[in-house]
């Protein structure tokens, strides 16, 4: 298995236009940690897992929303019901754009609309009470890190 955040075999480089679009504008200062809530056998067993940790925003949006898409899928499948018979376009539980993730199309998104997609499709594995399953969450942490003025003026007090 390859390494997290290392470069897996086969794979070459992405272009670099695409790589801002999955970074984004993030200005710094936080840690965006992304969290599983896991569940099997109808609940009895379930726990909160630390996944992922992600230096922008962006990233872990992007990776939180295909993550609760490829759980909703992994559902859809176990299930029998098609993406159309889980997902609906309005109403409360109305997911936007309503289709699987796809790369190309959501590294178009803006952000609140990929946090609201990323909530909504994890949502519906509880809507439709899977009896097992994976729900992704992000959270960002705020870095509280000594600068180096700071650091200089502790060293010569």
């Known amino acids: 298995a390859a390494k997290r955040g290392g470069p897996e075999h086969g794979r070459s480089q992405p272009p670099e236009a695409k790589l801002r679009k ?3 504008d993030d200005e710094g200062g936080h840690l965006y940690e992304c969290s599983r809530y896991v ?3 109808r609940r009895l067993h379930c726990s909160t ?3 992922r940790k992600f ?3 962006r990233m872990a949006l992007l ?3 295909k993550m609760n898409c490829k759980s909703l899928q992994a559902f859809s499948s176990d299930s029998g019901r098609g993406w159309e018979e889980l997902c609906s376009d309005d109403g409360i539980h109305a997911v936007r754009p309503n289709m699987p993730f796809d790369l190309e199309r959501f590294l178009e998104l803006p952000d ?3 946090a609201t997609y990323a909530a909504g499709v994890g949502n519906l594995l509880n809507v439709h009470k899977a009896p097992k399953g994976t729900i ?14 700071e650091l200089y003026r502790i060293l010569e007090a």
Do not use: F, H, M
Request: aromatic share 10%.
């Open 22 to 24: 999955v970074v984004g």
């Open 49 to 51: 897992e630390p996944d």
């Open 136 to 149: 992704y969450k992000v959270n960002a942490i705020r870095l509280a890190t000594t600068g180096a003025d």
């Open 63 to 65: 990776y939180v929303a």
């Open 55 to 57: 230096s922008s925003r």
């Open 39 to 41: 569940w099997r056998d």
């Open 112 to 114: 609140d609309v990929l």
